[in-house]
């Protein structure tokens, strides 16, 4: 970290404060509980949420169904979750995004699959370890330092709770028929695109395309930056891909499906693809205009033609760019 640190400060154009010492190396376990913690914490939102609603309704719908969102959290479905993802996951900017303190958030690096995936992917490990650094650091860069992102999205994922405590109580109160007749599945859409309303979509779409821009631009970084200090990082970033691809197969495929994984691949891709044509059309001044505030978040259209971002957020850099708007 000391050594990645100084460098993206010196590419992003800002300093990292803390961002060193906030990072730490642990095992699958230690990352297990820490995503516990957080599933507690939005869950105990829930309930906070219900139990105010029950006291201006004067009933225990409420408390009942606290209950049950509070023994979710001790479900196998929970653990096996966990531990699907415990054995893949390489590193996490870790930030609770409705904790009612604005704290830091912390880097979490699961050192036993970091040594793993170098291994399969027959790689050295240091430059490895320095490739998803770079991944995750973005990620505090992202947020530490670019103060609209957090409460932008905090408030999305609070509606959308909102909206979920909304259809609990209709299933309470009309059963859940009331909810299957609002399915409409669509083709290529995840299974529960279907069962969500016309708000619930908007909401999720708007938090897909940050949480794209958040992935892709970490790629995108890894990369560019990683270029000056992973000799290697195109056969790293090679091997990478095929390896993803691989694994989505089988039992990984349908788990994938089920919980939203497959969704959260996309974004990595999709995201990328956008950074990569906003810098091949405006160059890395574009790039740095990507943060600049909610109304700089590029649009369901502009993610498929970066350019058409580029020429709306920062037209000033084709210049530099000619031939890429023509």
């Known amino acids: 970290m000391r050594r990645i640190v100084p460098l993206l400060e010196r590419h992003l154009g800002t300093h990292l404060p803390g961002v060193v010492e906030r990072h730490e190396v642990v095992d699958r376990g230690d990352w297990a509980r820490a995503n516990l913690v957080?599933?507690?914490?939005?869950?105990?939102?829930?309930?906070?949420q219900l139990l105010q609603r029950d006291e201006a309704r004067e009933d225990s719908l409420g408390a009942?169904?606290?209950?049950?969102?509070?023994?979710?959290?001790?479900?196998?479905?929970?653990?096996?979750?966990?531990?699907?993802?415990?054995?893949?996951?390489?590193?996490?900017y870790d930030i609770a995004l409705l904790s009612a303190e604005a704290a830091?958030?912390?880097?979490?690096?699961?050192?036993?699959?970091?040594?793993?995936?170098?291994?399969?992917?027959?790689?050295?490990?240091?430059?490895?370890r320095v490739w998803i650094a770079l991944h995750e650091a973005t990620h505090a860069f992202e947020f530490e330092a670019h103060p609209w992102l957090r409460p932008y999205l905090a408030e999305r994922l609070e509606r959308q709770i909102a909206s979920f405590l909304d259809d609990a109580r209709t299933i309470q109160a009309k059963g859940l028929g009331q909810l299957i007749r609002r399915w409409r599945p669509r083709s290529g859409e995840h299974l529960l695109w279907g069962l969500m309303s016309q708000e619930q979509r908007r909401l999720l779409r708007e938090t897909q395309l940050v949480m794209s821009l958040l992935e892709g631009f970490s790629d995108w970084v890894m990369d560019e930056v990683g270029a000056e200090v992973v000799p290697n990082v195109r056969t790293v970033r090679e091997r990478f891909e095929a390896r993803r691809d691989q694994r989505r197969r089988g039992l990984d495929r349908i788990v994938a499906r089920l919980t939203g994984l497959d969704m959260k691949l996309e974004q990595y891709r999709r995201g990328e693809r956008f950074v990569a044509g906003v810098a091949r059309t405006g160059g890395a001044a574009a790039v740095g205009h990507?943060?600049?505030?909610?109304?700089?978040?590029?649009?369901?259209?502009?993610?498929?033609?970066?350019?058409?971002?580029?020429?709306?957020v920062a037209p000033e850099t084709l210049w530099a760019h000619p031939a890429a708007d023509s």
């Open 104 to 128: 830091p958030g912390r880097l979490l690096f699961v050192e036993e699959n970091i040594r793993a995936t170098a291994t399969a992917l027959d790689v050295p490990l240091d430059d490895f």
């Open 38 to 48: 957080m599933f507690r914490h939005l869950v105990g939102r829930l309930e906070e």
């Open 290 to 312: 990507l943060w600049d505030g909610p109304e700089a978040l590029p649009t369901e259209a502009e993610f498929a033609d970066p350019a058409a971002w580029v020429r709306r």
């Open 64 to 92: 009942g169904l606290a209950a049950v969102a509070n023994r979710f959290l001790t479900t196998q479905q929970v653990a096996f979750l966990l531990s699907f993802l415990g054995g893949r996951v390489l590193g996490q």
